[in-house]
Structure formats: structure tokens, C-alpha cells
Nanobody, 127 residues
């Protein structure tokens, strides 16, 4: 079982950038694909992006494509989410999550595909 801890959230002005980190507790981190989700107040949790176990494959939600970049460093057991061009619509709690199985391209956008979750980190974008 892998434990995930997000960090790097905070308050930023519109147009600014933040980099979130997702640190894993185990050296088995390379066995897991990592997804990022976010939940804004009063809204359901939504898919942001997902990176494969090796980092060779990524998928993005349309709302963040071209602005956000997901990456990972398996030697450091850490995944990252670089967020540029932030707007107030990006304000949310951001969660990283992990899954080890093989899932379809459609399923990776679903929370149900992920067995392990971090506690979340708050990102607030002021306009």
C-alpha cells in the first residue's frame, strides 16, 4: 500500500504559476500510475491529468491542456504538477492518486480507477 502526500499549494495571482508535488512513501512508486484530480467548493471532484508508470504517457483534461504539465521522478518517488496560466477557475483542492492495474483510456479519468489517495493541497487563485 502506497501513501501519498501532496505539497506546493498556496495562494497565487491570476496568470501565475505553481508546482505541486506528490511524494510517495514507498520504493514501489514506479509500479503506480499517478493521477491528479481537483475539487472546487460545491463541485464534484474532477480529473485533471494522469501520467503512466514510466512517465512515457500522459493524458490531460481539456480545461488544463496546454497550461498544466505532469511529470514524475521515479528515483525520488515523486510526481509533479506544473500549473501555468492559472485562473480563478483553477481554485480547488488538488489531490494525487495512484493505481497499479491496467485500465482503459476512458477509465483513467474516473476516480474509481485509483486505489490510493493523498490528503489534498489547496490552490487558490486570486483575480
Amino acid at each position: 500500500q502506497v501513501q501519498l502526500v501532496e505539497s506546493g499549494g498556496g495562494l497565487v495571482q491570476a496568470g501565475g504559476s505553481l508546482r505541486l508535488s506528490c511524494a510517495a512513501s514507498e520504493r514501489s512508486f514506479p509500479n503506480y500510475a499517478i493521477g491528479w484530480f481537483r475539487q472546487a467548493p460545491g463541485r464534484e471532484r474532477e480529473f485533471v491529468t494522469r501520467i503512466s508508470k514510466t512517465g512515457s504517457s500522459t493524458v490531460y483534461a481539456g480545461s488544463v491542456k496546454g497550461r498544466f504539465t505532469v511529470s514524475r521522478d521515479n528515483a525520488k518517488n515523486t510526481a509533479y504538477l506544473q500549473m501555468n496560466g492559472l485562473s480563478s477557475e483553477d481554485t480547488a483542492v488538488y489531490y494525487c492518486a495512484a493505481h497499479s492495474g491496467v485500465v482503459t483510456t476512458q477509465a483513467i479519468r474516473s476516480q474509481n480507477a485509483y486505489a490510493y489517495w493523498g490528503q489534498g493541497t489547496q490552490v487558490t487563485v486570486s483575480s
